[in-house]
């Protein structure tokens, strides 16, 4: 009997939902072109702190999708789980600022971040 590696198993299950995976990088070219367009649109312009905290976690959260789609394609599973961790912890914050809508909460964040 013939052993198959790890990557050629997780090789064949991204082949078989290579539709799935097109799309999901269709939605992830979508989001970067969303985030494009704010950032041309605010460049060089005053804009809130929480505006532009949520913005950058918004591209934060494209790269990363991105990353995990790649990781994925590539075969390396335990390397896309640990991003999809981080990826949901960022979610959780952004959610959380979002529903606090506290102008002192996110200059702490702020803050704390750099």
């Known amino acids: ?16 939902s290579l539709e799935m995976f097109h799309y999901f990088f269709l939605f992830i070219h979508s989001c970067h072109t969303v985030f494009e367009n704010l950032r041309v649109t605010t460049n060089k312009k005053e804009i809130d702190i929480a505006d532009l905290i949520l913005i950058c976690l918004y591209d934060t959260l494209c790269r990363m999708a991105d990353e995990i789609g790649m990781a994925l394609s590539q075969g390396s599973t335990t390397s896309a789980l ?10 959780v914050v ?11 909460l996110f200059k702490k964040f702020a803050d704390f971040s750099h």
């Not at 009997?1 to 078989?16: K, N």
């Not at 952004?94 to 002192?104: A, K, N, R, T, Y």
């Open 94 to 104: 952004g959610i959380f600022l979002m529903d606090e809508d506290s102008p002192e």
């Open 1 to 16: 009997m013939r052993a198959f590696s790890v990557l050629t198993i997780q090789g064949c299950v991204f082949c078989t």
């Open 82 to 91: 640990a991003q999809w961790r981080t990826f949901y912890e960022h979610i």
